[in-house]
T-cell receptor
Framework: EAQVTQNPRYLITVTGKKLTVTCSQN?????MSWYRQDPGLGLRQIYY???????DKGDVPEGYKVSRKEKRNFPLILESPSPNQTSLYFC???????????FGSGTQLSVL | GQNIDQPTEMTATEGAIVQINCTYQ??????LFWYQQHAGEAPTFLSY????GLEEKGRFSSFLSRSKGYSYLLLKELQMKDSASYLC???????????FGKGTTLSVSS
C-alpha cells in the first residue's frame, strides 16, 4: 500500500531533550516536506527536500533540522525542544515539487 | 507573497449544497489544491486546478479564476461525514511548497 509513515503518533517530552520524528514513504517520491499545524494558524511548512541531499528551509525552520540521506526517509530533528514547539506535525511527500501531497498520519508533540 | 482568505466556519444541512470560497494573492501562480481534513487526521487530497474553469469529481467540484485570484469548492448532496475542515492551498511561486490557508470548518447537521 502506497503510504507515508510517521512515527511516533504521540510524543510527550521535556524541554531540551533531543528528539527525532521519523518519516518514510514507499512511493519513490522525490519531494518531501514537514509541516506543523497549530490552532488558528493552519499548516506551515518547516523544511522541504527536493531530492536526496537537497533540503531547504520553509516558513518556520527555527529550532528544527532535517536530513535526506535516502530517498524514502526524511526525519525531523528537534535538537533542544521548547514548549513553543508543541504542535501537530505532518510529513508529506509528492512525486515532484508542486504536485499532489500525500500526508502521514501526524505526530502530536507536547514539550513540557 | 501569499495571502489566502477563506471563511473560518460554515454550517449546512444534509442533502444541501455548499460553496467554500478562497481568495489568494500570489505573484506567480502554479496551481491550487483543495484538501479535506477531519479532526485529528491528516489532510487528504480533493482536487487540483491549474487552468481556469470547473473540475468536477463526483459530489465535489472545484472552480478556478486565475485573473481574479479566486477559487471555490462546491460540495453537493452533503452528508454528515462531510463535516471537516477544507483547506485551500495554492502552490507558491517557486513551486517548492503548497501554502495552506487556515481552513474552513464545515459542520453538516441532520
Amino acid at each position: 500500500e502506497a503510504q507515508v509513515t510517521q512515527n511516533p503518533r504521540y510524543l510527550i517530552t521535556v524541554t531540551g531533550k533531543k528528539l527525532t520524528v521519523t518519516c518514510s514513504q514507499n512511493m519513490n517520491h522525490e519531494y518531501m516536506s514537514w509541516y506543523r499545524q497549530d490552532p488558528g494558524l493552519g499548516l506551515r511548512q518547516i523544511y522541504y527536500s527536493m531530492n536526496v541531499e537537497v533540503t531547504d528551509k520553509g516558513d518556520v525552520p527555527e529550532g528544527y533540522k532535517v536530513s535526506r540521506k535516502e530517498k524514502r526517509n526524511f526525519p525531523l530533528i528537534l535538537e533542544s525542544p521548547s514548549p513553543n514547539q508543541t504542535s501537530l506535525y505532518f510529513c508529506a511527500s509528492s512525486l515532484s515539487r508542486g504536485e499532489k501531497l500525500f500526508f502521514g498520519s501526524g505526530t502530536q508533540l507536547s514539550v513540557l | 507573497g501569499q495571502n489566502i482568505d477563506q471563511p473560518t466556519e460554515m454550517t449546512a444541512t444534509e442533502g444541501a449544497i455548499v460553496q467554500i470560497n478562497c481568495t489568494y494573492q500570489t505573484s506567480g501562480f502554479n496551481g491550487l489544491f483543495w484538501y479535506q481534513q477531519h479532526a485529528g487526521e491528516a489532510p487528504t487530497f480533493l482536487s487540483y486546478n491549474v487552468l481556469d474553469g470547473l473540475e468536477e469529481k463526483g459530489r465535489f467540484s472545484s472552480f478556478l479564476s486565475r485573473s481574479k485570484g479566486y477559487s471555490y469548492l462546491l460540495l453537493k448532496e452533503l452528508q454528515m461525514k462531510d463535516s471537516a475542515s477544507y483547506l485551500c492551498a495554492p502552490v507558491n511561486q517557486a513551486g517548492t511548497a503548497l501554502i495552506f490557508g487556515k481552513g474552513t470548518t464545515l459542520s453538516v447537521s441532520s
